[in-house]
T-cell receptor, first 118, second 110 residues
Framework: GAVVSQHPSRVICKSGTSVKIECRSL??????MFWYRQFPKKSLMLMAT?????????EQGVEKDKFLINHASLTLSTLTVTSAHPEDSSFYIC??????????????FGAGTRLSVL | GEDVEQSLFLSVREGDSSVINCTYT??????LYWYKQEPGAGLQLLTY?????DMKQDQRLTVLLNKKDKHLSLRIADTQTGDSAIYFC??????????FGTGTRLLVSP
């Protein structure tokens, strides 16, 4: 089946540095991808919709300048956490909708990236 | 806005049935989903149901949907220790966007 690859799986960085997380659709194209954030023992919150060839659409309350999203190709979206601070520590997960017309309602999720900012 | 609500915790014994409940918010959602998340891992889609269905069964999993009450449930028959995880329901409120429930932690004891 379709697979979404996300890496790194875990990153630890110093406060003030920037971290890039990649989300790739393997063997299928994704014009749209989604980025979610999950706080410990909490649910997933949609951060933004990544659109290939155009600007990302951010959810209310998500800082565009803090979380930069680039959907450079039909198989790759990146999330860059700029000038990371400890409060940005979280589990970030991406997803891509199925490329099959009969399964457009299905989304494939990456394995997630755990970001720890010291 | 309103949250998609789930009970926080459920504990069952191996071999019993588990029922996880969810109250969603958007009556126009066309699909409703159940995902499983094991510790430190991403999300695994377990099953989904189209909004014009009342029930869907897939092996040990049975999904019941009550649109009038906006209530969704997941029944796991013959629950195993490997079923221990967090279960999220989710609804699609607009084009392919998912809103997740608060999550139910299922603990299966031998």
């Amino acid at each position: 089946g379709a697979v979404v690859s996300q890496h790194p799986s875990r990153v630890i960085c110093k406060s003030g540095t920037s971290v890039k997380i990649e989300c790739r659709s393997l063997d299928f194209q994704a014009t749209t991808m989604f980025w979610y954030r999950q706080f410990p023992k909490k649910s997933l919150m949609l951060m933004a919709t990544s659109n290939e060839g155009s600007k990302a659409t951010y959810e209310q309350g998500v800082e565009k300048d803090k979380f930069l999203i680039n959907h450079a190709s039909l198989t790759l979206s990146t999330l860059t956490v700029t000038s990371a601070h400890p409060e940005d520590s979280s589990f970030y997960i991406c997803s891509a909708p199925s490329h099959l017309a009969v399964a457009k309602n299905i989304q494939y999720f990456g394995a997630g990236t755990r970001l720890s900012v010291l | 806005g309103e949250d998609v609500e789930q009970s926080l915790f459920l504990s069952v014994r191996e071999g019993d049935s588990s029922v996880i409940n969810c109250t969603y918010t958007d009556s126009s959602s066309t699909y409703l989903y159940w995902y499983k998340q094991e510790p430190g891992a991403g999300l695994q889609l377990l099953t989904y149901i189209f909004s014009n269905m009342d029930m869907k069964q897939d092996q040990r999993l049975t999904v019941l949907l009550n649109k009038k009450d906006k209530h969704l449930s997941l029944r796991i028959a013959d629950t195993q220790t490997g079923d221990s995880a967090i279960y999220f329901c989710a609804e699609n409120t607009s084009f392919q966007k998912l809103v997740f429930g608060t999550g139910t932690r299922l603990l299966v004891s031998p």
